[in-house]
């Protein structure tokens, strides 16, 4: 009878080691933003705090979001407003994960550049004011 119990209890055991084996680990959590997560919250804010808003020094620009990307680089373009030239005077785009955001583009150039620099990188990190 010893044997059986032993028998039983071993097997016991192994069945639970084996069903604890077979679980799936849950995903950690990820603290670390995706690039359209970031691209989402700049375009937002951008759009609200230097369009929306009717801020003089945007107005001779078009703002063009590119947050579907196939390239995994969500983007917003700047453009010269009403102008046949389609080339973008700014662009900011952010790719991986985490988000290595880069801004680009001759308007970083010229006096409003430090501005736009500095609000993206406030946007990018989270705060939503103007």
Not at 27 to 48: F, G, I, T, W
Not at 85 to 100: F, M, N
Request: glycine content about 6%.
């Amino acid at each position: 009878m010893q044997t059986s119990r032993r028998i039983s209890t071993v097997s016991l055991i192994v069945l639970g080691a084996l069903l604890a084996a077979c679980q799936s680990k849950a995903p950690a959590p990820s603290h670390s933003q995706s690039a359209l997560d970031v691209m989402e919250k700049v375009a937002v804010a951008a759009n609200r705090c230097w369009f929306k808003s009717g801020d003089t020094a945007f107005k001779a620009y078009a703002f063009a979001p590119e947050l579907t990307s196939f390239s995994d680089r969500p983007r917003i373009l700047l453009t010269r407003k009403g102008s046949a030239d389609i080339r973008p005077l700014l662009v900011v785009q952010a790719e991986g994960r985490p988000a290595r955001l880069s801004a680009f583009g001759p308007m970083l150039n010229e006096p409003i550049g430090g501005r736009v620099n500095s609000d993206v990188k406030r946007w990018a990190a989270g705060s939503t004011g103007c």
